[in-house]
């Protein structure tokens, strides 16, 4: 095993490798403590754990990180919809000037943009795109085709919030912008796929709203709508508690706990997200 | 917010009840928001008995204050705007536009509460008077059409809005509504017509939704609010 092969091979998927090598402590202690012989037996230990960071580290702290990681969702997402319009499994429900595949196509479109977007913004620091994005069976049928469309909608949106105050941290005040208006865009998706679903073809889920009511997953999978971590900053969909409030009963009025959880989306953090991603999607 | 006044236990400030004493920091955080109100207060008190200062005008005050009240004002007109939809709905609405309808009418309801019961009462905005008499109730065209222009509007606003705030905690809240105002303006769009749920109208070739300046935005409400709402201090 070559180490220096290996060190080339990571930073094709991850260009910051070394600088993560070189200068996070955990790295650095890693290396430090072991003899010089040890050290290299465990290299490839500490480079596996650093190149994990780059997609599923607890903290993302630059800028750059946070949009590394918008850019690996939206590469999945893009992929995600090119794989279905070219689906044959999918061809009789997203036929050729239909309702369903034009919105399918404004969907993928605005992905794509999203990824140019995000690339020219990271330039030299953009992480390249997956090899390959394996969806298993999600383009088996036209109704879980639109299953996983809300899921990485939906996930996509949880992600984008959880990251809003890491940019305003940052005191980068235009990406924060950019991200926001990525952000709705991508509830618009979420409400539209799930809208669609409503329809007899797509699986006749007539109880599904645009919006999410309490944790109700429809189908996708519950970790979707379920807490994140911190859970105090990321509670699950079904929260009615929002800066110390109980607006059921705190508001001077009743509200109804599927109103009120309606009425807030919740963020995410990028290690559930990923971990939710990963747990559907081989890439 | 600062660190500094995260350890002094100032977070709490969001929920503060109407009643509760304002604590001396939190006086001179909210004195650039309420100078507008003090000034035509002692307007009041020179002269010129009989000029009517500015009655009639509401200012939304400074900084992440002013950026709430300016959310407040927004979901208040919504909210009224809802309200009325259901109260009096279009001839023939289907059942399932009266659910979502109906839904979207708590949502915003619930919003509307929140600001109020989150903005401290000294530097809250007041209730505001709405004026819909450009829209014609009785018209599923013209609610929609409304109904579009608010949501699209409200996406706008918080999406322009959000780098005005220096409260991680009002951010993620904002974060929190302004997609949910992205799917009501989805649907709706949808029910005017099919596919529109990101049209090129608000979604620009980046895949960028609309983010809008608070003048910009209040230029676009006011017609619809009696009192003249004055922004030009939010998020400064």
Redesign the interface.
Same mark, same amino acid.
């Given at each position: 095993m070559n180490l220096f092969n290996i060190i080339s091979e990571l930073e094709k998927v991850d260009p910051e490798i070394m600088d993560r090598l070189s200068h996070r402590r955990s790295a650095l202690s890693a290396l430090g403590s072991l003899g010089k012989k040890m050290a290299l037996a465990a290299a490839p230990i500490a480079i596996g754990s650093a190149f994990n960071k780059a997609v599923g580290q607890n903290t993302l702290n630059t800028a750059n990180e946070v949009l590394n990681y918008a850019l690996l969702l939206e590469y999945l997402e893009e992929d995600f919809y090119a794989q279905a319009l070219a689906a044959p499994t999918l061809a009789a429900n997203l036929t050729s000037g239909s309702?369903a595949r /034009?919105?399918i196509q404004? !969907?993928k479109? +605005?992905?794509?943009? +999203?990824v140019? *977007?995000l690339k020219a913004a990271l330039g030299t620091n953009a992480n390249p795109r997956p090899a390959s994005f394996d969806f298993g069976n999600a383009f088996l049928t036209y109704p879980t085709f639109l299953t996983f469309a809300q899921a990485f909608e939906d996930t996509g949106?949880r992600a984008?919030?959880g990251q809003?105050?890491k940019i305003?941290?940052a005191n980068q =005040?235009?990406i *924060?912008? %950019?991200a926001? #208006? !990525? +952000?709705?865009?991508?509830?618009?998706?979420? &409400? +539209?796929i799930r809208?669609m679903r409503r329809g007899a073809a797509a699986g006749g889920q007539?109880n599904i709203? =645009?919006?999410v009511v309490g944790k109700e997953a429809n189908g996708a999978p519950d970790a979707v709508y379920g807490a994140g971590n911190p859970a105090a900053?990321f509670p699950a969909e079904d929260n009615i508690t #929002? &800066? %110390? *409030?109980t607006?059921t009963t /705190? *508001? /001077?009025?009743t509200?109804?706990a599927a109103?009120?959880s309606?009425?807030?989306?919740? /963020?995410l953090d990028n290690t559930t997200v990923t971990t939710i991603a990963r747990s559907v999607v081989t890439f | 917010m600062s660190n500094f006044l995260k350890k002094e236990g100032e977070e709490a400030e969001l929920t503060t009840p109407l009643h509760a004493p304002i604590k001396r920091r939190s006086f001179f955080m909210y004195a650039g928001a309420t100078a507008g109100a003090t000034a035509l207060l002692l307007s009041g008190c020179d002269d010129d008995d009989d000029e009517t200062p500015a009655a009639g005008t509401v200012s939304l005050g400074s900084g992440d204050i002013g950026v709430l009240n300016y959310a407040y004002a927004l979901e208040q007109l919504e909210a009224a705007f809802y309200a009325q939809v259901i109260a009096t709905p279009y001839a023939s609405m289907p059942a399932d536009e009266m659910t979502a309808l109906t839904a979207i009418a708590k949502h915003e309801a619930i919003h509307r509460d929140f600001f109020k019961a989150a903005i401290p009462a000294a530097s809250r905005i007041p209730a505001l008077n709405p004026d819909f008499s450009s829209i014609n109730f009785s018209s599923r065209d013209a609610v929609l059409g409304a109904a579009k222009t608010f949501e699209d509007l409200g996406v706008a606003a918080y999406n322009g809005a959000g780098s005005l705030l220096k409260s991680p905690d009002y951010l993620l809240l904002a974060g929190k509504i302004v997609s949910v105002e992205a799917r009501h303006a989805a649907y709706v769009r949808d029910l005017l017509d099919n596919g529109s749920f990101a049209g090129s109208d608000v979604v620009n070739a980046n895949g960028l939704d609309q983010a809008l300046p608070v003048a910009t935005v209040l230029a676009a409400a006011q017609k619809y609010i009696k009192e003249t709402i004055n922004g030009d201090n939010v998020g400064k």
């Open positions: 309702a /034009g919105a404004t !969907i479109n +605005h992905e794509t943009a +999203h140019n *977007l949106v984008y919030k809003a105050t305003q941290s =005040p235009a *924060l912008q %950019t926001l #208006q !990525i +952000h709705s865009v991508e509830a618009r998706h979420a &409400a +539209h809208y007539s709203m =645009p919006w900053t #929002q &800066a %110390t *409030l607006l /705190g *508001l /001077g009025a509200y109804t109103d009120v309606a009425a807030f989306d919740e /963020g | -």
